[in-house]
């Protein structure tokens, strides 16, 4: 299974969630020519201002049998859980909620 996503705030990629003991997918960039821009990853970020167009998209690639209904996950990797561990610990409950 392959699925492609362009570089989007559209993108399906908030469906996936973090995994880091046994992920069912990864995450590879495109090859696909519609995508052929690699060249962008080194430009800044001051470059896309004017771009309005998608240049770059990765693709979650199986690797474990997913079936019918299985959530698919992948692993954010150790900066993602870092950030995530300490955002829990400093996180305080809105005043009134």
């Keep these: 299974i392959v699925i492609t996503v362009a570089m989007s705030i559209f993108s399906g990629n908030s469906f996936i969630n973090h995994n880091s003991k046994s992920p ?5 960039w495109s090859n696909d020519p519609i ?3 690699a060249s962008w990853m080194d430009e800044p970020v001051s470059f896309f201002d004017n771009i309005w167009h998608g240049g770059l998209a990765f ?3 199986a ?5 019918p209904g299985d959530e698919i996950t992948v692993d954010y990797g150790p ?3 870092e950030a995530w561990s300490n955002h829990i ?7 009134g909620a």
Aim: proline fraction near 4%.
């Design 35 to 37: 995508y052929n821009t």
């Design 59 to 61: 693709e979650y690639v």
């Design 24 to 28: 069912n997918t990864k995450i590879i």
């Design 63 to 67: 690797i474990s049998d997913i079936k």
């Design 89 to 95: 610990q400093r996180w305080q409950s809105p005043d």
């Design 79 to 81: 900066e993602w859980e």
